[in-house]
């Protein structure tokens, strides 16, 4: 499985912007990048998963540059309700043999 | 109707005791997980069925005992509790291709 490494922790004011870069420079030709999102109390709950380029859901977006070592999950204008930890997993998702093995995470807090 | 369903929510138990928690999933995948959250809320893979099939089995204790009766469930024995074994205990499942898990609502354990 390849290493991810991401911020520990972000700040960011209700309505902005928020992009979370996680490294995978270790990532193999099959894999894919998959991003979750958990709340206090809750288990984790999947965003949105990519190979390369741009990829885009009602939640985030996902960008991956064309060497895929990284990849930056953007949230449009975050609200309180995004306060979360956020986990970024790469792997060959498809395979169905690949486990989620998660991080960290990045823990976001947005203030008011 | 839950996708992925723990019982019991909340469980306090004291030294010793041997518990389950039970997991159900309706949404007819092949793959389901054993996560535990400590403290700390490190994430953290304890098992995974396949078909019936254990695929990983990570470095825990054998006192934990994952037992699959059918492919919709897959319940956690817990023998000789220990005051180390306090944490929320998550199941999850993903379908033979692991483009997306459905998490439980997690199970908050607590030894006394």
């Known amino acids: 499985l390849a290493k991810t490494t991401q911020p520990i922790s972000m700040d960011s004011y209700e309505g902005q912007e928020v992009n979370i870069t996680c490294s995978h420079n270790n990532i193999a030709t099959n894999d894919y990048i998959t991003w979750y999102q958990q709340f206090p109390s809750q288990g984790p709950r999947f965003i949105i998963q990519g190979y390369k380029t741009k990829v885009t859901n009602e939640v985030a977006s996902l960008f991956i540059p064309a060497d895929r070592k990284s990849s930056t999950l953007s949230l449009p204008r975050v609200s309180l309700s995004d306060t979360a930890v956020y986990y970024c997993?790469?792997?060959?998702?498809?395979?169905?043999?690949?486990?989620?093995?998660f991080g960290k995470g990045t823990r976001l807090s947005v203030i008011a | 109707d839950t996708a992925v369903s723990q019982t019991p929510k909340y469980l306090v138990t004291q030294m010793g005791n041997d518990k389950s928690i039970k997991c159900e999933q309706n949404?007819?995948?092949?793959?389901m997980y054993w996560y535990k959250q400590d403290s700390k809320k490190f994430l953290k893979i304890m098992f995974s069925?396949?078909?019936?099939?254990?695929?990983i089995n990570e470095t825990v204790p054998n006192r934990f005992s994952p037992k699959s009766p059918d492919k919709a469930h897959l319940n956690l024995h817990i023998n000789s509790l220990e005051l180390g074994d306090s944490a929320v205990y998550f199941c999850a499942s993903s379908g033979t291709v692991n483009t997306e898990a459905f998490f439980g609502q997690g199970t908050r354990l607590t030894v006394v």
């Open positions: 997993l790469v792997g060959d998702f498809l395979s169905g043999n690949t486990p989620l093995v």
């Open positions: 069925y396949n078909n019936k099939e254990l695929i």
């Open positions: 949404l007819g995948h092949d793959t």
